[in-house]
């Protein structure tokens, strides 16, 4: 079980967080390439408006590629399987490396582009699939922690996309379409890896009918004296879907029987994107800046951020399946709206006392801290829980949805809010982070040691009353 999640996560999350890490490092040697490329082919200087605008199409056409993947993910996981899916999204990678590597030696910045795209539509794809494997080759007793393998190689991206992004390893002018391409090295790793590994056997037995792979499988997974018990529990399930096919996501809409769940996914994803996680990386280099750290030091303070992610995804996935889901996603966010409070006093008194920026700092890997232990990793958990079989993967194709949406609207919105209300804007996040919390101890019941049918009946009542 450990080892299939490595296996899954590898060419899943691993490839998203990897990716949004990465652009940073090469942005000015990016911009240069620009010039050049325009320069030869048109014999004259680029507009710096041009200039800004090429950079942000190659910098968020990433987000509209993982929208287009959360859209055709779930879809894919139906037809081809939850392995099948994971492995089909690899040749994507593929081809989206060779594009950004050749864009370089070819003069054609377009290629860069159009690899952004494709590597957005394989993070997409991976991060709507690989819970999906996950969610249903797990024990309901190890479930939370084996989810929990989807933030901590999300976070592992992040933080190997940072180190590799350094100018001593691949952030070096000479280097960087060496570092855009080098996402096929995690590809290829799922390629060799993965085929290992039997398909999902809920997906084999509820959607395939194919009773003896089901079996085959859950015994390489559970061994041959536990796999009974996994087996009753699915076939329970079947039972109860009774011949049901998978839904399409405008399908869940106009279910009275997940109205609850869809909206608790829907608020949960929006809570997760918009809780201001986004402005700390933004206000980072500013603060350590503030806190007497050089310029040229910066970058390797921002990996503390990185590790600091990961290692709150690590305790998270140790601490889920004892303290529960309820109690540390709604502590991460109180938690968060604590640290909103005292950044924005902090940063109101920056410049008053010379101790106040190492306030400034601590807040800021408290707040990703936060972020870790609850919001981080436990939003894509419960979306796996909240959902029986027919429809989890529309059930995440929405949640992708919603989520790109809200990393793109975000990343557009974010500069005016900043420079409308400055450090203010943490009170901002601060609302919204304590009306997550409220939603979700109102609305969410524990999940922790259940199988999805009592978690179904658990929001029974509250999707058609208590009679």
């Known amino acids: 079980l450990f080892l299939a999640v490595c296996a899954v996560g590898i060419g899943g999350t691993f490839q ?5 890490s990465i652009i940073n490092a090469p942005t000015q040697h990016i911009h240069r390439f620009l010039n050049e490329t325009w320069t030869s082919r048109y014999h004259k200087e680029l507009n710096p408006d041009l200039l800004t605008f090429l950079w942000s199409v190659i910098a968020s056409i990433f987000s509209l590629g993982g929208l287009c993947g959360a859209l055709i993910g779930g879809s894919m996981a139906i037809r081809l399987g939850r392995k099948g899916a994971l492995l089909m999204n690899n040749v994507i990678a593929i081809v989206a490396s060779v594009l950004m590597g050749i864009s ?9 582009i159009a690899g952004r795209f494709l590597i957005g539509i394989n993070s997409g794809i991976g991060i709507c699939v690989q819970p999906l494997y996950i969610g ?3 024990p309901k007793h190890l479930r939370g922690g084996m989810a929990m393998g989807t933030s901590i190689f999300l976070t592992g991206g992040i933080l190997t996309g940072q180190i590799i992004g350094l100018r001593e390893l691949l952030g070096g002018e000479a280097y960087w379409p060496l570092l855009l391409s080098s996402s096929c090295f995690p590809a290829f790793a799922q390629l060799l890896f993965l085929p290992w590994f039997p398909e999902s056997p809920r997906y084999l037995l509820i959607d395939r009918g194919d009773e003896l792979s089901c079996a085959k ?15 009753e529990d ?5 039972f109860a879907l009774d011949g049901e096919k ?10 009275r029987g997940v109205r609850w769940q869809l909206i608790t996914v829907i608020v949960m994803t929006m809570g997760q994107q918009l809780s201001g996680i986004n402005a700390i990386y933004f206000y980072a280099t500013y603060i350590f800046e503030q806190a007497g750290i050089s310029a040229e030091k910066i970058p390797y303070v921002t990996l503390g951020t990185g590790a600091c992610e990961c290692l709150t995804a690590l305790t998270c996935g140790l601490l889920i399946d004892y303290v529960g889901r309820r109690y540390l996603i709604i502590g991460g966010y109180l938690l968060m709206t604590l640290w909103s409070v005292v950044l924005t006093l902090s940063l109101t008194y920056q410049e008053l006392y010379s101790w106040v920026p190492y306030v400034s700092m601590t807040c800021i890997f408290a707040f990703i801290l936060s972020f870790g232990l609850g919001p981080g990793g436990i939003t894509n958990t419960l979306t796996a829980e909240l959902f029986i079989q027919s429809s989890r993967p529309a059930a995440y194709m929405i949640g992708g949805t919603i989520s790109w949406i809200s ?3 975000i990343g557009m919105l974010f500069p005016f809010i900043v420079n409308g209300l400055k450090q203010y804007c943490f009170l901002v996040f601060l609302l919204e982070c304590s009306l997550v919390a409220a939603f979700i101890f109102l609305v969410i019941p524990e999940t922790k040691n259940k199988s999805f049918l009592e978690i ?3 929001f029974h009542k509250l999707n058609f009353g208590r009679n």
Do not use: C
């Open 16 to 20: 998203y967080g990897y990716n949004v």
């Open 104 to 112: 370089f030696p070819t003069g054609l910045f377009e290629l860069l």
């Open 136 to 138: 249903e080759v797990a």
């Open 217 to 231: 499988a859950l015994k390489r997974f559970h061994g041959s004296s536990e796999f009974r018990r996994e087996m």
């Open 234 to 238: 699915i076939q329970r399930e079947r």
């Open 246 to 255: 998978p839904k399409k996501p405008w399908q869940l809409f106009t279910d």
């Open 407 to 409: 990393f793109f609207t």
């Open 456 to 458: 179904k009946k658990e």
